[in-house]
């Protein structure tokens, strides 16, 4: 199995920019797709972007189109989240989620398709 660690998680003004860090051991990232998910204060958990297995193919929510991007360095089992345009309603913990997944293509959205999960980091935007 994998364990996923977040990083990268803090305080920042509306407009600006952060870079979460998900980084694996115990098996190589590649292996898996990724996903990142958010679970804001009093709401429940909700999916941010997917990267499938081999960094091919990515997918956002609607919400953060345009503005986030998730990439993958499988040489260093990491996963990244890079945040662009922040806004007050993205303040919330962030996760990072593993898939373990046969197929080398294929993005995952809901949850339940998710097989590790990270500790979560907290990110806050202050208007």
């Known amino acids: 199995q994998v364990q996923l660690v977040e990083s990268g998680g803090g305080l920042v003004q509306a407009g600006g920019s952060l870079r979460l860090s998900c980084a694996a051991s115990?098996?190589?990232?590649?292996?898996?797709?990724m996903g990142w998910f958010r679970q804001a204060p009093g709401k429940e958990r909700e999916f941010v972007l997917a990267i499938s297995r081999t960094g091919g193919r990515t997918d956002s929510a609607d919400s953060v189109k345009g503005r986030f991007t998730i990439s993958r360095d499988n040489v260093k089992n990491t996963v990244y989240l890079q945040m662009n345009s922040l806004k007050p309603e993205d303040t919330a913990i962030y996760y990072c989620a593993a898939s373990d997944t046969y197929y080398y293509t294929r993005v995952y959205y809901l949850e339940r398709d998710y097989n590790y999960w990270g500790q979560g980091t907290q990110v806050t935007v202050s208007s």
């Open positions: 115990g098996r190589t990232v590649s292996n898996y797709a």
